[in-house]
Nanobody, 131 residues
């Protein structure tokens, strides 16, 4: 079975940092894409960042550009999202999703992470940023 386990959320003050982890099992980690999404109360789910192994590309939404860094550790089957200079508006439940063979570079061409049909989803981890 495919499983995605997101973790690393918590309460942090504005300006602080958090590193989220998405541990994956049950699919070929050497040919994958993993995306991070978030959903704040009353708002629609938003794609935040993506990394794909097929073309070694990464993607960041405007809301995370310059503050986030996505990386993968294939030995641990884990993708990380380091988020710095956090703001109260970053408060949301963060989810990771995975897709076989997706290339994140396509999101630089205008398509939306939220509109793509991802193969697998994990549960969320709550990030709360206090002002």
């Amino acid at each position: 079975d495919v499983q995605l386990q997101a973790s690393g959320g918590g309460l942090v003050q504005a300006g602080g940092s958090l590193r989220l982890s998405c541990a994956a099992s049950g699919f070929p980690f050497d040919n994958f894409a993993v995306g991070w999404f978030r959903q704040a109360p009353g708002k629609e789910r938003e794609g935040v960042s993506c990394i794909s192994s097929a073309d070694l590309s990464t993607y960041y939404a405007d809301s995370m550009k310059g503050r986030g860094s996505i990386s993968s550790d294939n030995a641990k089957n884990t993708v990380y999202l380091q988020m710095n200079r956090l703001k109260p508006e970053d408060t949301a439940v963060y989810y990771c999703a995975a897709d076989i063979e997706l290339r994140c570079s396509e999101f630089e061409l205008g398509s939306k992470m939220e509109q793509y049909e991802w193969d697998f989803w994990g549960q969320g981890t709550l990030v709360t940023v206090s002002s």
